[in-house]
């Protein structure tokens, strides 16, 4: 079993940066693929983006067009850590961001169902201002 725990949330200005981390420990950290998520006050959980390592294709990321160009996932497998780089944010961005980890696959948009997903952090909380 893997345990998730998020920080680096907080409050910055549209424009500007901020860098999530995603902890993980229980062991196996390599063999999961990870997604970051986020949900703003009265919608759904929607996703950011995903990392995952599979056999010959090496490590790779997807992002949802929303993010896509602004953000960027990496993972330090020294660390045990997953970041989430986050560019040019925009007040839209404002939520609560959570990271997940799958030990399965997936294709296309799949990989952003939030079900797929075996184990989740609490999530931090992002404040984006205009």
């Known amino acids: 079993q893997v345990q998730l725990v998020e920080t680096g949330g907080g409050l910055v200005q549209a424009g500007g940066s901020l860098r999530l981390s995603c902890a993980a420990s229980g062991g196996g950290f390599s063999n999961y693929a990870i997604g970051w998520f986020r949900q703003a006050p009265g919608k759904t959980r929607e996703a950011v983006g995903r990392?995952?390592?599979?056999?010959?294709?090496?490590?790779?990321?997807v992002y949802v067009h929303s993010v896509k160009d602004r953000f960027t996932i990496s993972r330090d497998m020294a660390k045990n850590t997953v970041y989430l780089q986050m560019n040019n944010v925009k007040p839209e961005d404002t939520a609560v961001y959570s990271c997940a980890a799958d030990a399965g696959t997936c294709s296309g948009y799949g990989c952003f169902d939030p079900l797929i997903y075996d184990f989740w952090g609490k999530g931090t909380q992002v404040t984006v201002s205009s």
């Open positions: 990392i995952h390592s599979y056999w010959r294709s090496g490590e790779k990321t």
